[in-house]
């Protein structure tokens, strides 16, 4: 435990969720047994609860959203490793609603099997399950890669649209409905010019040399595909967001919400010159920039790097956006 | 020979003696395939179980409904076990659970029949594997495939008999497959000449209602001499 | 420029100002010509506007908490520097309420000019203005540091409170002995296991050695006067606690609210272990924990490291800090 | 005589040249006892006040205006210049223009000396340096006692050879001093035997009034003659 403010690697996480249950007490509750955070004042409308989980590490993602307006519960793993199935379970079980519960999950391989077979369990209950699978991630957008594209970003704008259109008393297809048409219109791609720390022994996970960049990393401190000479940030966002652009194929005057997101350790000047540069881009483009959320949402421990997402919308899921939510780490 | 609840719970318990008796070389199929764990997890599953199955304390009410092992065990697995296969098994258990309820309190061949059939549903939604792709599966698929064929009269003793041959057929296949999913997918061709390890698991539970498996080397090896034939 | 993302290491600071006005348009505007952010909606009710700034490079410090509930208006020097006195006499006289303007200031010798000046020139326009210093860093609490001690994460907490002190329609002076009590009773002290990056050349400012940590770090990247083993988590907050209750002599029973701020790269499942530790502190300690705000609120660029502060509060002060808030980095 | 706007004018520009034609040895002080930008601070100053006294157009209305070459500079120092000394210079203009302005039309030895004091007030207020802490003070506070000591009938131009004369004395003086404020502070001993460059500043800005000073060193050494003196 080199770098990492901690007791012991292996308690940081249990450690740092008894921390967030009590400087959120009276928002939020951690029911240790089963391994769960879960909203204490929901949203009394909801006929359907929304659920999230996945590693930890990536804080605010999924603790953060838990809330008013956002998630009911949501289940953290180890250190970038899925919850178990039970987790997933037992806080489906405890916050499901008259219509049962829909599972936000990002496409990772545990996450996905984890997600699935408590979903079979609810089922043999006799509790409605759907499930919204959020692949955003365009690093990981090949043939090659038959396990589909990763799960990032996006996680957090859909946790809220989602959130939001729960709270208007939607039923569970409609939102699983909503779901998958937000997730066809998101996308991201990250880049990263230093790795994390691994808990483990304090030493960057891997190596970038100097000048370089990792073009396309995904959240859990892998290595991109591709590495480039760093250059200016001008030209990164626009390789970014021109990135982007070609798979989302915007129609001419279109609507984005866009996430610039820290993976860890940037900082916010760093953060908000990206907006700037991203703003500039879409104006060239045509494109109409809706909303846009600055910050560290969707992080990798503290991997110097951040993400774009943009997510295509429509007037009523802007709404859905700018209505009322109030968890750890978003709160408006 | 009633198939209630001693049947399913004897089936369960030499399962676990099954698992612990070729443990080694369930870990070194997973050391050539994968990450080395699976007859570690496998193991601990069953331990876990038979430990569940002896504190039990329902016995007395509905004494003889097949169901209750098989539920414990789905629990112990779906609750409690690591790994891809762990919550995989969890899940066959609890849909045999679900079919042995429908024909309680005994177990029937139909209803063994359609439980292994939506075990291997289940793994299949879940898993998101399909045959071929060198996984439990494999294993899964021929011997529910052999339950159906089971006519209604078969008893279900003798009717896993029929399951666990169809399984074991179809270990011997995965030798000649090439992963595609899971951990071992990552390591192409390298595996290849080896049996997937869930689904020797998969053989050894359906082989364990007969008895006890204590060697895996000739049901492994089986094929290769029916090849050696001309 | 090597591992910032930035079109130049010159524009980092003047880029994302405009991304923050352009992510926070509606809620502030960025006067580029005189050097300022100003809240578009202020509370009506202040008599007295609340200003502050200082170096940029401390994010969300000043720029995140400008909007109602908090500052008018913030001035963001370059980099670690302290901004010009022309940018804080235009600000001030830009945001001006009838009863003057109200300068919070930190610790530091460029800034106490700075703003010393703007208050001379606001002075001969006839607009009061009145100053709160703040001095909570107790690493810097030495007979042989003749400027006092450095001002850190008390600032926020002081901003915070004195917002909602000025909306409820407190005068001049009656605001700045607030903020004067409110600082005598606010003690902060910082650790790092790592320096920030440097801007111009992408290095680590200065090594600590594996298995080290500074202790006693302050915000513009400076060494601290002392390093010492990194120890396990428990112990070092026990430690930072009780140099806190040591200076700040809480009587029994006393509240506190507690800051727990990363400095820049730490992850927020350290910085919720460490409430952990903190909150068991205190409770072992006979002090109630009332309030508790984790996150980055002050930080030194990307430094490896976290701050606590304590601030001992009363009743009142408490329903002041919990006031609605409308800024982009702090909301509720 | 009269003391009015031209005069005013006259001495900010000769101040200008005296500054410009002394710059490499403020450069060379300030290196000795700071970071070595103080001539190139003040210099810039003074040139951006001058470009602003060629630009001004407001000679038409109230012409004969003491206080108008003074704000001119006062807001250029205030608004323009970096360092620590620009803007200390700045309000010191302030307060002389304050002072001019509640004279008007014409500069007094009264009015010199009271904006002189509120000048000295304001930058012990900003700069919370003591006299003795070797800065500009050093020469500004004698600068001020000498102008306070001037019988009202003085002329202006004659009480500002007086405040020079005072400044001077201070600024050898600075160089027996251990620095307590700014960077100087910061190297302790290793400066002493070096005048303040801040307070020549001040000094040149007084000598000014008179005429231009091109060479720094007569006047640092006088005290050292003085000294050698029995
Ligand atoms: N997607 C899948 N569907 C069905 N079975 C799978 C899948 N992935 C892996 N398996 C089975 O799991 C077995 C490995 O189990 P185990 O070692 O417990 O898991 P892990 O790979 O997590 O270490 C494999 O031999 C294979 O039979
Ligand atoms: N606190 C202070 N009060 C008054 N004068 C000061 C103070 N600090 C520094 N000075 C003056 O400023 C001069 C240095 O000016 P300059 O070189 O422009 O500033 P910097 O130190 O920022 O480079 C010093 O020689 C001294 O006379
Ligand atoms: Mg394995
Ligand atoms: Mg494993
Ligand atoms: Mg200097
Ligand atoms: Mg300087």
Same mark, same amino acid.
Request: aromatic share 4%; charged share 25%; hydrophobic share 35%.
């Given at each position: 435990m080199a770098s990492y403010f901690a007791r012991e690697s292996e308690s940081l996480v249990s450690d740092a969720l008894d921390g967030f249950a009590l400087a959120h007490r009276g928002l939020v509750e951690h029911n240790v047994e089963h391994g769960h955070v879960r909203a204490? %004042? =929901?949203?009394? $409308? %909801? %006929?359907v609860a929304l659920l999230s989980g996945g590693g930890s =590490? /990536? $804080?605010?993602?999924h603790i953060g959203f838990v809330g008013a307006g956002m998630l009911d519960a949501a289940c953290p793993g180890r250190v970038f490793a899925s919850p178990h199935n039970r987790q997933i379970f037992e806080a489906s079980r405890a916050v499901a609603r008259a219509d049962g519960v829909l599972h936000i999950v990002k496409n990772y391989t545990g996450d996905r099997i984890n997600f699935a077979i408590a979903a079979e369990r609810l089922a043999h209950q006799g509790i409605p399950c759907a499930r919204v699978l959020i692949d955003d991630d365009l690093a990981s957008d090949s043939e090659d890669i038959a396990v589909g594209r990763r799960g990032t970003g996006a996680t957090v704008l859909v946790e809220k649209i989602l959130g939001a259109a729960a709270d208007t008393g939607l039923g569970l297809a409609e939102l699983a409905d909503l779901g998958a048409s937000l997730t066809s219109r998101c996308r991201s791609i990250a880049a990263a010019s230093a790795a994390h720390t691994a808990p483990g022994n304090g030493l960057p996970a891997f190596e970038i040399p100097a000048n370089y960049l990792e073009f396309g990393? =995904?959240? /859990? =401190?892998e290595r991109a595909d591709r590495s480039i000479v760093h250059e200016p940030l001008d030209a990164l966002v626009e390789r970014m967001t021109d990135t982007l652009l070609n798979a989302l194929e915007p129609p001419a005057g279109a609507s984005v919400i866009a996430l610039v997101n820290g993976l860890g350790s940037i900082t916010r000047l760093e953060m908000y010159a990206i907006t700037r540069e991203l703003g500039q881009l879409l104006d060239a483009r045509g494109v109409h920039l809706a909303r846009s959320l600055v910050g560290d949402?969707?992080?990798?421990?503290?991997?110097r790097g951040f993400s774009l997402t943009l997510l295509l919308v429509v007037e009523e899921e802007i709404a859905l956006f700018d209505a009322p939510v109030h968890t750890a780490a978003w709160r408006w | 020979m009633i198939f209630d609840r001693t049947f399913t719970e004897g089936w369960i318990r030499r399962f676990g003696d099954s698992v612990l008796a070729t443990e080694p070389e369930l870990t070194e199929l997973d050391q050539q395939a994968g990450d080395g764990d699976f007859g570690a997890n496998l193991g601990a599953g069953l331990t876990l179980a038979v430990r569940a199955l002896d504190r039990d304390r329902s016995a007395g009410e509905g004494a003889g409904a097949a169901r209750v092992p098989l539920d414990i065990t789905a629990t112990v697995f779906l609750d409690e076990v690591g790994g891809t296969s762990g919550p995989l098994f969890g899940l066959l258990f609890q849909e045999l659970a679900v079919s042995a309820e429908d024909t309680a309190p005994v177990l029937t061949t139909p209803g063994l029949a359609a439980g292994t059939e939506a075990g291997l549903a289940a793994v299949r939604r879940v898993g998101e594997a399909a045959p071929g792709d060198k996984t439990l599966i494999d294993a899964l698929a021929p011997a529910a495939e052999a339950l159906r064929r089971?006519?209604?009269?078969?008893t279900p003793d003798q009717a896993l008999v029929t399951a666990a041959e169809g399984a074991w057929g179809g270990v011997r296949e995965t030798a000649h497959l090439r992963a595609r999913r899971g951990r071992a997918s990552y390591l192409g061709d390298r595996v290849s000449g080896v049996a997937d390890p869930g689904a020797v698991g998969i053989a050894l539970l359906f082989a364990s209602a007969d008895g006890t498996v204590t060697e895996l080397a000739p049901l492994l090896a089986e094929r290769a001499e029916e090849e050696r034939r001309p």
């Open positions: 204490l %004042r =929901g949203s009394p $409308e %909801r %006929r =590490g /990536h $804080e605010p993602l990393v =995904g959240i /859990h =401190g949402y969707v992080t990798a421990l503290d991997m | 089971c006519p209604a009269d078969l």
